[in-house]
Nanobody, 122 residues
Framework: QVQLVESGGGLVQAGGSLRLSCVASGRTFSNYVMGWFRQAPGKEREFVARISWNGGSTYYADSVKGRFTISRDNAKNTVYLQMNSLKPEDTAVYYC???????????????WGQGTQVTVSS
């Protein structure tokens, strides 16, 4: 089992920045691809970004490319999502997730955090 705990969400004005963190415990963190997903009210959960086991490969949804940056610190069992130039449409609950495979579909992730709310005001 892998336990994931997100933090760093909050209320920010459009154009602002937030950094989300997700701390993992349980199994060897470096064995897992880490992803960030988000879910807005009334919408399906969508992929945001993922990072490979050693951080050498990253991949982003088109909607966040150039604005968000995913990174990880395997020594701290932590994955981050730096979010810049935030827009009202980025408002959602953000989840981190862990997978043994390098994929971007939610069903391919085995472990999930409880989520952290990000609200961007216009």
């Amino acid at each position: 089992q892998v336990q994931l705990v997100e933090s760093g969400g909050g209320l920010v004005q459009a154009g602002g920045s937030l950094r989300l963190s997700c701390v993992a415990s349980g199994r060897t963190f470096s064995n897992y691809v880490m992803g960030w997903f988000r879910q807005a009210p009334g919408k399906e959960r969508e992929f945001v970004a993922r990072i490979s086991w050693n951080g050498g490969s990253t991949y982003y949804a088109d909607s966040v490319k150039g604005r968000f940056t995913i990174s990880r610190d395997n020594a701290k069992n932590t994955v981050y999502l730096q979010m810049n130039s935030l827009k009202p449409e980025d408002t959602a609950v953000y989840y981190c997730a862990a997978s043994l495979v390098l994929r971007s579909k939610a069903y391919e992730y085995d472990y999930w955090g409880q989520g952290t709310q990000v609200t961007v005001s216009s």
